[in-house]
C-alpha cells in the first residue's frame, strides 16, 4: 500500500494508483477511516466507464452504507463487465444490503 500512496503523493491524478489502493483498503481493513479513505480515492472513479474503476467506486460506496449510490455504479460495472464474478457478487451484496435497508425502513413506517 505504500507503493500505491508513494505513487499518488507523486502524481494525485493516476487513476489506477488510487484503484488499486482503494480496493486493497477494502480488501484488507475493515475499519471506518480505510472505508473513508477508499472512498474518497474512488469519487474520481465514479465517472468512468471502466468496469474496475466502477466496482471500486461502488465497493467502496457499499463500505460506508451508501447502497443506493453503490447500486447504480455496480450496475455499470456489470454492464460493462459481465463475465466477472467478483462485479456480480459485489452487486448481489450490494441488492441485498439495499434490500434489507428498505424493507426495515418500510416496517418503521408501517409500525408507527
Request: hydrophobic residues 45%; aromatic residues 6%.
Amino acid at each position: 500500500m505504500l507503493e500505491y500512496e508513494a505513487l499518488l503523493a507523486a502524481e494525485p491524478g493516476n487513476l489506477i494508483a488510487a484503484n488499486n489502493l482503494a480496493s486493497l483498503l477494502l480488501k484488507t481493513r475493515i475499519d471506518e477511516a480505510s472505508a473513508r479513505r477508499a472512498l474518497a480515492l474512488s469519487q474520481p472513479l465514479a465517472a468512468r466507464a471502466e468496469a474496475p474503476f466502477l466496482d471500486t467506486a461502488g465497493w467502496s460506496r457499499v463500505a460506508n452504507g451508501d447502497y443506493a449510490g453503490a447500486l447504480e455504479l455496480l450496475e455499470r460495472a456489470a454492464g460493462a463487465a459481465p463475465e466477472s464474478g467478483e462485479i456480480a457478487c459485489h452487486l448481489a451484496y450490494a441488492r441485498y444490503r439495499a434490500c434489507l435497508l428498505y424493507t426495515s425502513d418500510a416496517g418503521a413506517r408501517h409500525e408507527s
